[in-house]
Structures are given as structure tokens and as C-alpha cells.
């Protein structure tokens, strides 16, 4: 399978496969549903025993997540209750992928870099970062 992508003036369209042509925000999860499927994630595994201090847990407003050229290809959502941080969640912004392409009970390892950018914001400093995500399509 490959995937084609070239845009338009305010449109853009994917290729994929067998020559289907279909517009790139029909693969793209937005936001807010890619905070839903971080909130039922979190729904599943507390009842697990390796995750049973999410019971109580919340996922924040979410970040987004970019490739190399800038792209939006993740969301990373951290988990939350009362008495602090209970780990994160990594949620695809593509349909193509799986939805949920990582979750921890540990800190998540974009910590240091969303705590600087939002000393950054309170500084009012104009300058934009992104948050680069870079995965493996398999895991072994």
C-alpha cells in the first residue's frame, strides 16, 4: 500500500491504494475526538491491575504531535487526578493508523518540552515550537 498526497488551494486529497482518491481531512482525527478515544482508553485499562491508579484519572486539553515536515500525526494526552501526573497517552491523528500508539504510567517523555513551552507562553516569548513524534510501524 502507498500513500500519495498533494494539495490544492484550501483542498488537499490522498491516494491510497487502488487509486481511491479521497481528501486528507477525511483520514485526519481532530482534536477532540482524539480526546475521546484517550478518555475511553483510560476507561479500558483501569480495570487492569497494571493501571488501576487511572481510576480516577482525566486527560488534559491535549498537544499536538508533528513529523519531520511538519505535519500533525499525534496527540499526546496526559492522565491526571487529583494528587498529580498518572501518565500519558499518544493518540494517532490519522484513521489509517492504529488509535492509540502509546500509553504509560510514567511521565511522558515530552514533559521537559511542554513545560518549557508554556514558561515560553507565560513570558509571552512569540516564538512557535512543535512537538516531534517519531514511531515505528511495527513493534517486535
Given at each position: 500500500?502507498?500513500?500519495?498526497?498533494?494539495?490544492?488551494?484550501?483542498?488537499?486529497?490522498?491516494?491510497?491504494?487502488?487509486?481511491?482518491?479521497?481528501?486528507?481531512?477525511?483520514?485526519?482525527?481532530?482534536?477532540?475526538?482524539?480526546?475521546?478515544?484517550?478518555?475511553?482508553?483510560?476507561?479500558?485499562?483501569?480495570?487492569?491491575?497494571e493501571f488501576k491508579d487511572w481510576i480516577n484519572g482525566k486527560v488534559d486539553n491535549g498537544t499536538e504531535l508533528v513529523d519531520f515536515n511538519n505535519n500533525l500525526i499525534a496527540y499526546i494526552f496526559n492522565v491526571y487526578d487529583k494528587t498529580g501526573p498518572l501518565g500519558y497517552v499518544i493518540v494517532s491523528a490519522n484513521k489509517n493508523m492504529p488509535p492509540i500508539l502509546e500509553y504509560s504510567r510514567a511521565n511522558s517523555p515530552y514533559s521537559i518540552g511542554l513545560s518549557?513551552?508554556?514558561?515560553?507562553?507565560?513570558?509571552?516569548?512569540?516564538?512557535?515550537?512543535?512537538?516531534?513524534?517519531?514511531?515505528?510501524?511495527?513493534?517486535?
Open positions: 500500500m502507498f500513500i500519495f498526497i498533494f494539495s490544492l488551494p484550501n483542498i488537499a486529497f490522498s491516494q491510497v491504494g487502488d487509486n481511491k482518491l479521497i481528501s486528507v481531512s477525511e483520514i485526519i482525527v481532530n482534536k477532540n475526538d482524539a480526546k475521546k478515544i484517550a478518555e475511553n482508553h483510560i476507561i479500558r485499562e483501569k480495570y487492569s491491575a518549557k513551552i508554556k514558561q515560553n507562553l507565560q513570558k509571552n516569548e512569540t516564538l512557535k515550537k512543535h512537538l516531534m513524534y517519531i514511531f515505528s510501524l511495527t513493534h517486535t
